[in-house]
């Protein structure tokens, strides 16, 4: 059974930093993302990572560009999402999804439970 578990979020004031972890278990994944959710908002996709051949591709939302990196750590099947210079725009669920079955952006097989962000300001 494939399971995704959220950890790392919290509360932070603007400019400071978080890494949220995401363990799967049950089988390895070529691609993996992270999206969010704020209060009254539609879900927005903020970054993926994707193995292609050799290589590792990452994606941002342009909104995080340049402040949030994703990564992954294959020895323990897991994928971070370093959040530097947070703003209170960045409050909400963020929630790891893995197994895309579209593009790195849409949809995914597998998601997280969520974990809550709030960044004051």
């Known amino acids: 059974q494939v399971q995704l578990v959220e950890s790392g979020g919290g509360l932070v004031q603007a400019g400071g930093s978080l890494r949220l972890s995401c363990a799967a278990s049950?089988?390895?994944?070529?691609?993996s993302g992270w999206f969010r959710q704020a209060p009254g908002k539609d879900r927005e996709f903020v970054a993926a990572?994707?193995?292609?051949?050799?290589?590792?591709?990452?994606y941002y939302a342009d909104s995080v560009k340049g402040r949030f990196t994703i990564s992954r750590d294959n020895s323990k099947n897991t994928v971070y999402l370093q959040m530097n210079s947070l703003e209170p725009e960045d409050t909400a669920v963020y929630y790891c999804?893995?197994?895309?079955?579209?593009?790195?952006?849409?949809?995914?097989?597998?998601w997280g439970q969520g974990t809550q962000v709030t960044v004051s300001s």
């Open positions: 999804a893995a197994d895309a079955s579209g593009g790195y952006s849409g949809e995914y097989n597998y």
């Open positions: 049950g089988r390895t994944f070529s691609s």
């Open positions: 990572l994707k193995t292609i051949l050799w290589r590792v591709a990452t």
